[in-house]
């Protein structure tokens, strides 16, 4: 069908939902909304802040400072505001979706537009987060705003939607190196002919100024709401400090739930770490295809970020669509899908059951949270399988394609 | 020789007097304490904390009115005001749960079934065989293993009120504790007088409902006690009503009705402990009620019956210095202090409105002044508003006008920077 009916279909779809009642039962959910993304505290944080009460002297707020001066000033928030704007957000993730496969297949449109943008729009990973109003929307919508700007060689537009995007969420500085590759290098798909990195290196430098000037900026703009650099330990500190161990979808709250103090921060700098090693192999081993890296990042960040959200995971499984060259080479898709299956059940299931009910327990909870990862893990997995197999191509008969 | 004894006289009188004004000096920090429980007179009870020991010495199915006597004052007890925490519920426990119970897992003081004291969230510290006399003499004295919980501790200090109220079968001087053992007036006493040397209590009120209830509390010695009991010696005490449907006596007459007079009482209420005594009536009760007041310092008419029943105490509620607001600081006393306004102190107070209504929108912002407060006055002081009052003072107070410029200045920033990356303009060599 074509994408100019499907798209605004879409979207008048979404808002009709996000004005429903429906927001309201799904805005707390610890599935869909973090401590660092949820809508309640965000209200609250604003609220507090126009009564001249530091938002961040409790630990409730853990939002951006931007948000903050946002909401106040130029976007008042309330229901049907909030409504159109995560409406907003959500097209905006789903054009800039398209723009990127556009740019990625080098063509001005396609039949698959709408598929596209509907794998976005109608993932449920990322529609149901976004009607619970948590602002993992907007990072999402950050996220690929800032890989279709970069697709579209606006460097200036992309990495200052990037330092915004790290404003909101200090995990996502994983992408900043692939992204400034992207920056000097092409979208297209060329993972079937892998090269050396054509461009020269040094490239980067002067975007990396550019950036880090952007960064600095932003803080200041943040520093200059609050009035002090309280913000920074209670947004960008909680993913590393972990001080909220409310439950989500992700590996890190029970974990940390059960650890002796003593041995608190050595694991803190453990996973935070994790997180860093994966950006410099990726980058290396995909430097044809940075778009590649970019999108198993992504999924790495799903995986392993401290406070994770459905969105983020859904947020990869939608970028999957933007790769189908890697679709016969993937060893597992049925498995990874009915892990998926299992796990979206699980998950809503047992948290139910343990908070609601009360007839289970922490474990249970975990226990599905285990098998969302192993889901994401597999797919990431796969991606990467496929990513390089298709490298090698067609197979020559009685030959095998081992991984050494 | 004559002078060297002036001299050591001298040096004795110095060092008398020197002695003398240490002493002085050491009950310094005394004087205004004294003063804050005397305020209004050495009426006051002067105490900080409540406490109840509630003891129900009966077991088994036929003693279910000694069960509903005490659930009864634990529940009148809970509502006034004392915390679980304060509470020491000595209970066989053995009636709600019990096979013969038709409603099970409810206990009820009446024939009517209107209110179930068992409910959902009792909290029994002895139950069972737990009720001892040596349970109940070491929770009084305070002499027990380290190794006994808190929960299970009566940890009062010389500013606690306690309330002890012990129901079950006795006699002359003495309590049958669960069909196997007695305890005697003598122990109790000596128990008492154990914590008047520790300083255990500030004053206690015991109360005793069982048959010869009077003889249980005549051999008190220590001051500071007020006793009330059901019944003469060779009087028994009698139960109110038997419930058809439970098949046993539901409650005592004595508790009865002191649980009705308790029904009107509320945490403001004025009534005094001789009110309470007045209401009882030996026809209705066929027995004699019997007082003692001879150890209780104060008049009765003057005792509040929420000095022992509720978790009322005194308080003075002093607001906190909100910058170029205050002229003098505040002395309110919330509640029960009412019949003595004309004789109250409340000084002069005057906060800024203008500093609380700003962009604030609690409702009559602009009414914490002084006529409001002491319109306000006794019980219904608006402990919001002090609480926010002093909530602002403390956490950075800024002034909504300055966060609104802040928060403009830095949206006008970010989207200075949105538009200056958006807005094409020549483009820049390593954009392409």
Known sequence: MDFIVTFPALVAGRLVLALSPLTHYLRDDHLLSSPLTSYSRLQEGIYLFKHGIDPYSGSTFRHSPLLLSLFSTVIPLNEVTAAFLWTASDALAAWSLVRIWRARQNVSSSSRDSLIAGLYLLNPYTFLPSLGQSTSSFENAL????????????????LLALA???????????????????????????LASPFFFKTDIRRITPLAGQFAAYILLLSGAATLVCGNLNWVEKTWGASLTLPDLTPN??????????????????????????????????????????????????????????????????????????????????HHPIVTALLHLHAALLLPLFHYLWLNQGTGNANFFYASTLVFGMANGAALLDSIWAGLRIAIGEVKEEHEVLQE | MKSTTVHRFILFILSVLLLGRGVVSNSEPAAPVKQFFEKHGARESGHTNNWAVLVCSSRYWFNYRHMANALGMYRTVKRLGIPDSNIILML???????????????????????LDLYGDNIEVDYRGYEVTVENFLRVLTGRMDSSVPRSKRLLTDDRSNIFVYMTGHGGNEFLKFQDNEEISAFDIADAFEQMWQKKRYNEIFFMVDTCQANTMFSKFYSPNILATGSSEIHENSYSHENDYDIGVAVIDKFTHYVLQFMEGINKTSQASMQDLFNTF????????????????RRPLENTLVTDFFGGVAQAEVVLPALEDAIVEPEALEPETKQRQSPTREVADTFVDPSLLATGWELPNASDVTASALRQHGGPDVDYTKLMVAAARTEIALKEPFTSTLRAWASSLLILALVSWTTVPRNRRPSEH
């Not at chain 1, 996220?143 to 992309?158: G, I, N, R, T």
């Open chain 1, 143 to 158: 996220c690929l705003l800032s890989l279709m700007l970069a697709c579209q060689k606006q460097a200036s537009a992309s």
């Open chain 2, 92 to 114: 066989a426990d053995d009636a709600a749960c019990n096979p013969r119970n038709k409603f099970a897992g409810c206990v009820y003081s009446n024939t009517g079934n209107y």
């Open chain 1, 249 to 330: 979808p992700g590996l890190w709250w029970y974990f940390f739930t059960e650890m002796f103090d003593h041995f608190r921060p050595f694991f803190l700098i453990v996973f935070s770490v994790h997180l860093l090693i994966y950006v410099l192999p990726l980058c290396i081993k995909f430097q044809h295809d940075i778009l590649y890296a970019c999108y198993l990042l992504l999924g790495i960040l799903s995986i392993f970020k401290a406070y994770p959200t459905l969105s983020d995971p859904g947020l990869f499984l939608s970028m999957l669509s933007l790769f189908p060259e890697t679709f016969p080479y993937l």
């Open chain 1, 164 to 190: 915004f995007l790290i404003q909101l969420s200090l995990p996502s500085i994983l992408l900043l190196l692939p992204l400034l590759l992207l920056l000097i290098s092409e979208p297209t798909s060329h």
């Open chain 2, 281 to 296: 009536d030996p026809k209705k009760l066929d027995s004699h009620p019997g007082v003692r007041s001879d150890l209780f």
